[in-house]
T-cell receptor, first 118, second 116 residues
Framework: AQKVTQAQTEISVVEKEDVTLDCVYETRDTTYYLFWYKQPPSGELVFLIRRNSFDEQNEISGRYSWNFQKSTSSFNFTITASQVVDSAVYFCALSEANNAGNNRKLIWGLGTSLAVNP | ETGVTQTPRHLVMGMTNKKSLKCEQHLGHNAMYWYKQSAKKPLELMFVYSLEERVENNSVPSRFSPECPNSSHLFLHLHTLQPEDSALYLC???????????????FGPGTRLTVL
């Protein structure tokens, strides 16, 4: 069965600290996608990144970076030099394949609530 | 308007009321979704519509009734709800629902529903 685990329920850091949010997943599919979403206090989930299971290259986007390790089934997210505006709940998700082999249904982690304090 | 919009943003209703949640997407997507988000639980997928056809219904009680009149609009009709139905209801859309391998979902801000 597919499963996404975000072991950190809440993290609190001081501005400018680096912080890593962990995501561990389980799947029997060989082809899958991994996602990170951000949910600020306003409520909407904001798409951050999608990663294909065949692409293990790490990705950097400004202060955000993602470390995909297939060997440990992890897809961790690091924010460098955190800012107060980074305060939000962050969700990791896994895209499940349906019987036709198309990825559609998202399996969600419980989220990590990040508080960045000034 | 851009992206995905939802109205109302907040709704308080009694158990005997009938109300509807509305979602509209301005992204030209073909698939739309309803999710329920409760505290300390993973997001629960309720319904998926692809090209206006319901393609997924995850054992949702019949007191929730979706409607998708066209690919840009999605409704969730509510009647005789229970207090445990209080949650944030999120709408999302994606380019494709059935044949997508890169199906980023774009979310609206949600409707915070409280059932008294």
């Amino acid at each position: 069965a597919q499963k996404v685990t975000q072991a950190q329920t809440e993290i609190s850091v001081v501005e400018k600290e680096d912080v890593t949010l962990d995501c561990v997943y389980e799947t029997r599919d060989t082809t899958y996608y991994l996602f990170w979403y951000k949910q600020p206090p306003s409520g909407e989930l904001v798409f951050l990144i999608r990663r294909n299971s065949f692409d293990e290259q790490n990705e950097i986007s400004g202060r955000y970076s993602w470390n995909f390790q297939k060997s440990t089934s992890s897809f961790n997210f690091t924010i460098t030099a955190s800012q107060v505006v980074d305060s939000a709940v962050y969700f990791c998700a896994l895209s499940e394949a349906n019987n036709a082999g198309n990825n559609r249904k998202l399996i969600w982690g419980l989220g990590t609530s990040l508080a960045v304090n000034p | 308007e851009t992206g995905v919009t939802q109205t109302p943003r907040h709704l308080v209703m009694g158990m005997t009321n009938k109300k509807s949640l509305k979602c509209e997407q301005h992204l030209g997507h073909n698939a739309m979704y309803w999710y329920k988000q409760s505290a300390k639980k993973p997001l629960e997928l309720m319904f998926v519509y692809s090209l206006e056809e319901r393609v997924e219904n995850n054992s949702v009680p019949s007191r929730f009734s979706p409607e998708c009149p066209n690919s840009s609009h999605l409704f969730l009709h509510l009647h005789t709800l229970q207090p445990e139905d209080s949650a944030l209801y999120l709408c999302a859309s994606s380019q494709s629902g059935l044949a997508g391998r890169n199906n980023e979902q774009f979310f609206g801000p949600g409707t915070r529903l409280t059932v008294l």
